[in-house]
């Protein structure tokens, strides 16, 4: 398999820690954002919208972060762990992904966009959205170790990474300890590997 991505984004490393947690071999290739290579024909022909990561899997070439998500552990993983089987728990999962798609994508990932790469969106806002998410998220999982049943699904692969580097973007994990304990629980999974370290030069430890 081939890994289209970027090393500092969000959206390319919970494929990476999917794929890592799966054990599953793969090449991470690494598109340059700065010299607008996901722009150039090359790219667009494995997606038309220019995004990363995209997942080469033989005759299969599949972009956005979440459906990644979902294709390898519906492929992968015979225990339906990942993704589960249940209608109602598969629901739930889904809740989570559009939340990383949605408040997760405009709060803590827009925020850091700003601080990291200076890209020009509203980050007091960004900052406000994250907030909001995180007094919500910090509610659900009092008394929880993960965010759907007893196990880790990729719903809390699809929140880990723009979360756990909220810090980055000027917004505190400090209040908020069930939050922390998550991102501890899935740091603790065999397999987990970090997202690198930004110019923003702050640690998530240091939240």
Do not use: C
């Amino acid at each position: 398999m081939k890994l289209y991505g970027f090393h500092l984004s969000g959206h390319s490393h919970r494929a990476e820690l999917m794929l890592n947690l799966l054990r599953l071999p793969y090449e991470f290739i690494e598109i340059d954002m700065a010299a607008r290579e996901n722009r150039g024909a090359v790219h667009l022909a494995r997606n038309a919208f220019g995004e990363i990561p995209v997942l080469e899997d033989g005759d299969v070439v599949l972009a956005d972060s979440t459906a990644i998500l979902v294709y390898l552990a519906s492929k992968y993983d015979d225990s339906g762990r990942w993704l589960p089987r249940d209608p109602v728990a598969a629901a739930n999962v889904q809740r989570w992904l559009s939340t990383a798609s949605g408040k997760v994508a405009y709060g803590p990932a827009a925020a850091r966009l700003v601080t990291v790469f200076g890209a020009p969106l509203d980050h007091e806002r960004a900052q406000i959205t994250a907030v909001r998410l995180f007094d919500v998220l910090e509610q659900e999982l009092a008394g929880r170790r993960w965010l759907v049943g007893e196990h880790a699904s990729i719903a809390d692969i699809a929140g880990y990474s723009y979360i756990a580097h909220a810090p980055e973007g000027g917004v505190s994990l400090k209040p908020y300890p069930n939050i922390r304990a998550w991102l501890g629980n899935i740091r603790a999974l065999p397999g987990f590997v970090p997202m690198r370290a930004t110019p923003a030069g702050l640690a998530p430890e240091e939240a």
